[in-house]
T-cell receptor, first 110, second 118 residues
Framework: SQQGEEDPQALSIQEGENATMNCSYK?????LQWYRQNSGRGLVHLIL?????REKHSGRLRVTLDTSKKSSSLLITASRAADTASYFCATGTSGSRLTFGEGTQLTVNP | GAVVSQHPSWVICKSGTSVKIECRSLDFQATTMFWYRQFPKQSLMLMATSNEGSKATYEQGVEKDKFLINHASLTLSTLTVTSAHPEDSSFYIC??????????????FGPGTRLTVL
């Protein structure tokens, strides 16, 4: 079963704006990862944040993790039309399996 | 580095036939590979965990006799959908974990295989 829940389910913004997606989970985790998927394609790994980390940056991406609230957020700054895709969070345990959230469909309008 | 390929990228077959999907790690060794399926506009659902040289571990509700997994080498896992039916039509994605990965388990995903059963 999927333990991750993401909100919003869909997000539509204008180019240049920031996009924030949230992910909540239920059990203890080893790490949390964010992936991007273009329609009908495979997943692209964006960023991994460990359970002992609170914030991580990669280019225009900023990820936060609050283990006390069992939640994470992904911020994409200065969005571009090419950022249009589905974004999934996935929680990892020490057993190496990943459990994916339901995903957020981001549309960036030019 | 860390490239995973899948073959075929898409396949159309008749109901009742079997289809084999290959997942290869191209530039690293993967003791563990994972198979997911994804229905349109839905998330990825883990089907099974494939360990090199041993039997796969299936998730609850996944029929092991229908979805045969073989992980015969450190770079190849195969998923065979036996006696496929239209309800098996889906996007099948594999991922691989680097044998040398630490405790933080980044997985590398293949591009997926679109299966359509007529």
């Amino acid at each position: 079963s999927q333990q991750g829940e993401e909100d919003p389910q869909a997000l539509s913004i204008q180019e240049g704006e920031n996009a924030t997606m949230n992910c909540s989970y239920k059990t203890s985790i080893n790490n949390l990862q964010w992936y991007r998927q273009n329609s009908g394609r495979g997943l692209v790994h964006l960023i991994l944040i460990r359970s002992n980390e609170r914030e991580k940056h990669s280019g225009r991406l900023r990820v936060t993790l609050d283990t006390s609230k069992k939640s994470s957020s992904l911020l994409i700054t200065a969005s571009r039309a090419a950022d249009t895709a589905s974004y999934f969070c996935a929680t990892g345990t020490s057993g190496s399996r990943l459990t994916f959230g339901e995903g957020t469909q981001l549309t960036v309008n030019p | 580095g860390a490239v995973v390929s899948q073959h075929p990228s898409w396949v159309i077959c008749k109901s009742g036939t079997s289809v084999k999907i290959e997942c290869r790690s191209l530039d690293f060794q993967a003791t563990t590979m994972f198979w997911y399926r994804q229905f349109p506009k839905q998330s990825l659902m883990l089907m099974a965990t494939s360990n090199e040289g041993s039997k796969a571990t299936y998730e609850q509700g996944v029929e092991k006799d229908k979805f045969l997994i073989n992980h015969a080498s450190l770079t190849l896992s195969t998923l065979t959908v036996t006696s496929a039916h239209p309800e098996d039509s889906s996007f099948y994605i594999c991922s691989a974990r680097d044998r040398l990965a630490g405790r933080y388990n980044e997985q590398f995903f293949g591009p997926g295989t679109r299966l359509t059963v007529l």
